[in-house]
């Protein structure tokens, strides 16, 4: 399948009740799903080797304090932990996260019936991969229903609903994660110099001891801040936008150019870093779902006065 055929023919679909709803339960979306769910724990993964290699040295650190002997170790084993990390490893998170994002555009782009944007993304999945990443899956298969919890609206309203959940819940979720990183990233700093003095200990051996051990952990955790706050203010930019556009209503053909152009704005957000850890989303996706049905039944009551009514 070539790239121009990854997605139907924008507004083709008539402006009825949303198919979203069925079809993304269909074999064939299902199949896409468990494939980007394998690639997105890879990649988390990944990130979650780094960031565990990273404490591990950092704790090294704080035993050098009480076990001197250990000093040139950690101190060489950190920095050469840093090296590596600069070097290969973040490349290779970055690499499973494109792909990720890429099977990721290919569910979204079928099931919302866009074009699939060559210039931008590239070439889609083929079909050989989706189906390999599509067998490793070992998770639960009702996880994958309902991907989209969106009410009944009609085309092309009901995409725009699974954009503003995507960038609305994104941003959520990347906030609330950036904040735990930099709150335990200054809490080890602050550690660092409390037990320096503390000591009594020169600032060249609190570098040594603390500083350099824990170096991969601080670098990772600024990285993690800095593209994730990117990421939220252009999610942020992009929502007030598509809030404005559905309250302004329009033609179909008009409303799905700018789908697509929002389309854009997800996925670049997608590749651009790691999904947050699944545990962490998982302890507040209750309470984040319960908002958002609460944004999705507001949107609907705009969606039906704006909206061209039937007959």
């Avoid at 990273?54 to 040139?72: C, D, H, I, N």
Wanted: hydrophobic share 45%; net charge positive; proline share 4%.
């Amino acid at each position: 399948m070539g790239a121009e055929d990854e997605g139907d023919v924008m507004g083709s679909e008539p402006a009825a009740g949303s198919r979203i709803l069925s079809e993304q339960n269909g074999e064939a979306a299902r199949q896409r799903l468990r494939a980007m769910t394998v690639s997105h724990r890879r990649a988390q993964r990944l990130a979650s080797a780094r960031m565990g290699v990273s404490v591990l040295l950092a704790a090294a650190g704080l035993l050098t304090v009480f076990l001197p002997g250990l000093t040139v170790a950690v101190t060489v084993l950190g920095g050469v932990w840093a090296v590596a990390h600069s070097v290969g490893l973040t490349s290779w998170e970055s690499s499973e996260s494109r792909r990720a994002a890429l099977l990721q555009e290919s569910f979204d782009v079928r099931l919302f019936r866009l074009e699939w944007n060559g210039a931008m993304a590239g070439s889609p999945p083929s079909p050989q991969s989706v189906s390999s990443l599509s067998r490793r899956f070992t998770g639960d298969e009702a996880e994958l229903r309902d991907y989209y919890e969106i009410p009944e609206l009609p085309h092309p309203y009901d995409v725009l609903a699974c954009q503003q959940q995507n960038l609305g819940w994104g941003a959520r979720v990347r906030r609330r994660y950036a904040r735990t990183v930099l709150a335990s990233l200054l809490a080890w700093l602050g550690t660092g110099l409390v037990v320096g003095l503390s000591a009594g200990t020169s600032v060249l051996d609190l570098l040594l001891l603390w500083y350099v051990p824990s170096l991969g952990a601080v670098m990772m955790g600024v990285e993690v801040c800095r593209t994730q706050w990117e990421v939220i203010r252009e999610r942020e930019r992009v929502l007030e936008l598509l809030e404005s556009r559905v309250a302004a209503g329009g033609d179909t053909a008009a409303l799905l150019v700018f789908a697509r152009q929002v389309q854009d704005v997800i996925f670049q957000s997608r590749q651009r870093h790691t999904r947050v850890p699944g545990w962490f989303f998982r302890r507040f996706k209750s309470a984040d779902r319960a908002d958002f049905q609460a944004a999705m039944r507001d949107l609907q009551t705009v969606v039906a006065r704006v909206a061209p009514q039937p007959g």
